[in-house]
Structure formats: structure tokens, C-alpha cells
């Protein structure tokens, strides 16, 4: 993210809730870019997602979304006044015209939730390469009047059973190693951990650092899902 992008998050979000939320807000961003910004990669085999999507409680509902003319305003409103509207204005259309999948959750017709979905490719440059079956998850996010109710588990289940009954091959999926309640959410998911790894890109090239600091046991693990990984991309032909 480029500094004048930064600099309107900040004023916009300033804007929305005064002076000290703002601190608040800069002290967590800083500290959590300068101190804790490894993430932990998630794996699932869709293939081996064998049962139908779960039906949700009868609060719940999941919708599919694919361009941004199929957003209601409410939605739109909801999707991009918590940050600089602009930008999240921008962001959103260039994702649809990317092909990716916007999932809403809602409780009691109320918009609780999203995440995005993209096949084929990620949106980023990432910690792997992707086969053109593959999907990857992103950006999800819980509005807070909706945590503690395990949205993200319910949203993030019913995504991977979804793409599963379509047939897709792999999904995969990253959080914060600080974010502490969507680590709890992936773990009662079909994914499993690939491993901790941060990423880089200079002039075009990215680069991925995997690391070893976990138990030995744990280490096994992750290398073997992440060799498995390489395996099948290569593969599809990439």
C-alpha cells in the first residue's frame, strides 16, 4: 500500500470516528506491521469434500455475488464506509472485473459478514502457485456487532462446501499469525495448515520465506502439504 493510500485510510477513518479511535487505530496497524505481519497458510483438498453444503441456521443466509451491478446500495454502504469509500469503491470493481466472487453472509436480513473468492489465480502475488481449478479465499471480514457468533466458521464452511459440490480442486486461505480468532475459525474448517510464512516483491519478483520455529511434528506436517501442494500445480500445467 502506497503512503497517500494510507494517508486517506487514516483521514477517512478519522473522519467516521473521531481522534482517539484513530490513534487506537494507528498504534494497532503499526504494531502489527512492524512486529507480527507473518501469515499462516491454510490448505483443503475440495475433493475430498464429499457431503453437500450444510444447511445454515435459519437466521443465516448466503448469498453469491459476481458483479458489482447485482450490489444493492445498503450492501455497498455496509462494504466500503468503515474505510476510505473511494478506495474500497475501486477495489471492489476491479475484483469483479478480475472474476472473483463476492459471499455475503447476512443474519436476520442484516449484512453480518464477507469474504472473497477467486479461481484459477490469486488477486496477490502469493506463497504459491495456484492450478487453474484452484480458488483461492480472501478478505474476510466480520462486522463487529456479528463476532463471537462464529460467522467466519459458517461462512468459510459453507464457501469450501459450495466450490466442492462445483468441482474444484484446492482451496487455500491466510490469516495474520495475531489474529487470533480466525486461526480458532479456520481450525473447525475443512483447511489445513500449510504453514507460517511471510512474502515479499521486489521489481516483479516475489519472494517466500516458510518458517521452522514450530515443533518438529508440525514441521512434517506443513512440508508435507505444501510439497503436496507444489505437486498438483504442476500438474494442471502451471
Same mark, same amino acid.
Given at each position: &500500500?502506497?503512503?497517500?493510500?494510507?494517508?486517506?485510510? /487514516?483521514? #477517512?477513518?478519522? =473522519?467516521?470516528?473521531?481522534?482517539?479511535?484513530?490513534?487506537?487505530?494507528?498504534?494497532?496497524?503499526?504494531?502489527?506491521?512492524?512486529?507480527?505481519? $507473518?501469515?499462516?497458510?491454510?490448505?483443503?483438498?475440495?475433493?475430498?469434500?464429499?457431503?453437500?453444503?450444510?444447511?445454515?441456521?435459519?437466521?443465516?443466509?448466503?448469498?453469491?455475488?459476481? +458483479?458489482?451491478?447485482?450490489? !444493492?446500495?445498503?450492501?455497498?454502504?455496509?462494504? +466500503?464506509?468503515?474505510?476510505?469509500?473511494?478506495?474500497?469503491?475501486?477495489?471492489?470493481?476491479?475484483?469483479?472485473?478480475?472474476?472473483?466472487?463476492?459471499?455475503? /453472509?447476512?443474519?436476520?436480513?442484516?449484512?453480518?459478514?464477507?469474504?472473497? =473468492?477467486?479461481?484459477?489465480?490469486? /488477486?496477490?502475488?502469493?506463497?504459491?502457485?495456484?492450478?487453474?481449478?484452484?480458488?483461492?479465499?480472501?478478505?474476510?471480514? +466480520?462486522?463487529?456487532?456479528?463476532?463471537? $457468533?462464529?460467522?467466519?466458521?459458517?461462512?468459510? =464452511?459453507?464457501?469450501?462446501?459450495?466450490?466442492?459440490?462445483?468441482?474444484? #480442486?484446492?482451496?487455500?486461505?491466510?490469516?495474520?499469525?495475531? !489474529?487470533?480468532?480466525?486461526?480458532?475459525?479456520?481450525? &473447525?474448517?475443512?483447511?489445513?495448515?500449510?504453514?507460517?510464512?511471510?512474502?515479499?516483491?521486489?521489481?516483479?519478483?516475489?519472494?517466500?520465506?516458510?518458517?521452522? !520455529?514450530?515443533? #518438529?511434528?508440525?514441521? $512434517?506436517?506443513?512440508?508435507? $502439504?505444501?510439497?503436496? #501442494?507444489?505437486? &498438483?500445480?504442476? =500438474?494442471?500445467?502451471?
Amino acid at each position: &500500500m502506497s503512503i497517500y493510500s494510507l494517508l486517506n485510510r /487514516i483521514a #477517512a477513518f478519522y =473522519s467516521s470516528h473521531g481522534l482517539v479511535p484513530t490513534i487506537r487505530r494507528v498504534k494497532l496497524a503499526a504494531k502489527r506491521a512492524l512486529f507480527a505481519n $507473518r501469515m499462516v497458510v491454510f490448505y483443503c483438498d475440495l475433493t475430498k469434500q464429499v457431503t453437500p453444503p450444510d444447511e445454515l441456521p435459519n437466521s443465516l443466509k448466503v448469498e453469491r455475488v459476481i +458483479t458489482y451491478a447485482q450490489l !444493492n446500495p445498503e450492501d455497498l454502504q455496509n462494504l +466500503t464506509s468503515f474505510w476510505n469509500p473511494k478506495q474500497a469503491h475501486r477495489n471492489i470493481r476491479e475484483r469483479f472485473e478480475q472474476g472473483a466472487s463476492l459471499w455475503l /453472509i447476512r443474519s436476520v436480513d442484516k449484512l453480518a459478514g464477507y469474504g472473497w =473468492s477467486l479461481q484459477g489465480r490469486t /488477486i496477490a502475488p502469493y506463497f504459491l502457485q495456484l492450478g487453474e481449478n484452484d480458488v483461492q479465499l480472501f478478505d474476510f471480514y +466480520t462486522f463487529p456487532k456479528f463476532r463471537g $457468533r462464529a460467522t467466519h466458521w459458517l461462512l468459510t =464452511s459453507h464457501i469450501l462446501q459450495t466450490l466442492a459440490a462445483e468441482g474444484r #480442486a484446492r482451496a487455500f486461505g491466510d490469516t495474520a499469525e495475531w !489474529n487470533k480468532a480466525q486461526l480458532s475459525s479456520f481450525k &473447525m474448517t475443512p483447511f489445513r495448515r500449510l504453514g507460517l510464512a511471510r512474502s515479499f516483491t521486489v521489481l516483479g519478483h516475489t519472494f517466500v520465506f516458510w518458517y521452522d !520455529n514450530e515443533p #518438529a511434528e508440525q514441521i $512434517r506436517k506443513d512440508r508435507e $502439504r505444501r510439497n503436496e #501442494a507444489s505437486t &498438483m500445480a504442476k =500438474s494442471y500445467g502451471q
